[in-house]
């Protein structure tokens, strides 16, 4: 039993390791931006496994430093959530504005929901945990 525990508190550990680790470069990285105004010149559709749902994406362009760049959300959405011609907030890598992700979107950061994603995993390991010394504490 104790060996459980031991690994329960290492998914602890662990997780909260890479969960801390992800916030700092998500925090790196939206430091490294800038916010500028991109328009939608288009979507991106795919069907779903089953070919029944439609997904979309939003493609947009954006001038940088007098340069123009083309880019596209990361994630899907069953809806057309952006009509084309109009203008988006986007965060743009200052050393390499090639890289964007649209401001406002919390699935657009994959480190943000990978982070979610560790938490969760986090927070069920030391519910088990607590879980199993309650159960212990009465036998």
Known sequence: MQSLYVIL????????????YL???EKKYFAGADVTQ??????????????VSLLYRPRYRYEYHGQVYQGESMGYSSIKQHEVGQIIPIYVQR???????LKGRTTESPLRVFRYVMLALMGGALFLLASFAVVNSLV
């Open 9 to 20: 508190l290492l998914i602890v550990v662990l997780t909260g390791m890479v969960a801390v």
């Open 23 to 25: 916030w700092q470069r």
């Open 38 to 51: 991109a328009e939608v010149i288009g979507h991106q559709s795919i069907t779903d496994d089953d070919d």
């Open 95 to 101: 050393d390499q504005p090639h890289q964007s992700i």
